[in-house]
């Protein structure tokens, strides 16, 4: 399939869950225009056991990863619930202070033979950053300047089996049934 879209990005703080319970959330948002670019990037462990001249076995998985994502704009509300930092007195305090851990989700709309269908994604347990923040003058002509910031997935036990989780994706052939699963996923009524 193709993708032809990205929106709809969805996130709430990480109220508790894991060590072999499913995680919870508290104060989910789904924020509408904001993203431009999601990029998820996993960390895999991989190693090949070698005998008699040739591998003879291999491991190969997930142990994490990144999602650096473009933002339209980054709003101070967006940047304390994210990254935790404070607004005082109306202005953006940066500090040293831990970000919370999050998970966040979005929706892209895929294409295949003619037919559309929607895709969420979900990552259950994100601490972002802020990357950069760049600023550039009006020349000539107009230039859109976008905010980023960057996250660390890190897995979640949410059995007993003890299986590592980092997130979980869902295809519907609407968009409401997408953003009906993300808002039932971040706790949003």
């Known amino acids: 399939m193709a993708r032809i879209g990205l929106k709809g990005l969805t996130y709430a703080k990480v109220n508790g869950g894991g060590s072999g ?27 090949k056991q070698y005998a008699d001249n040739r591998a003879v076995e291999s491991a190969n998985g997930v142990s994490g990863g990144t999602i650096d994502m473009e933002t339209a704009s980054l709003p101070d509300d967006q940047i304390t ?23 966040v989700g979005y929706i892209t709309c895929e294409i295949m033979g003619g037919k559309k269908s929607f895709k969420g994604y979900w990552y259950y347990k994100v601490q972002f ?25 890190l897995g979640v036990v949410q059995s ?29 009524n």
Do not use: C, H
Not at 136 to 152: A, L, P, V
Not at 160 to 187: F, H, I, P, S
């Open 81 to 103: 619930d994210l990254i935790g930092y404070a607004l005082e007195n109306g202005a953006l305090v940066i500090t040293d202070d831990e970000a919370p851990y999050m998970g």
């Open 21 to 47: 319970s499913p995680v919870t959330y508290t104060g989910g948002k789904a924020v509408p225009d904001l993203l431009v670019k999601a990029d998820v990037k996993y960390d895999r462990d991989s190693a």
């Open 129 to 153: 950053s802020l990357n950069e923040d760049s600023a550039e003058t009006k020349g000539q002509s107009t230039s859109f300047q976008n905010s980023n910031i960057s996250g660390d997935i």
């Open 160 to 188: 007993e089996a003890g299986k590592v989780d980092y997130g979980r994706t869902k295809t519907e052939a609407t968009e409401a049934a997408v953003r009906a699963w993300l808002n039932g996923l971040a706790g949003i």
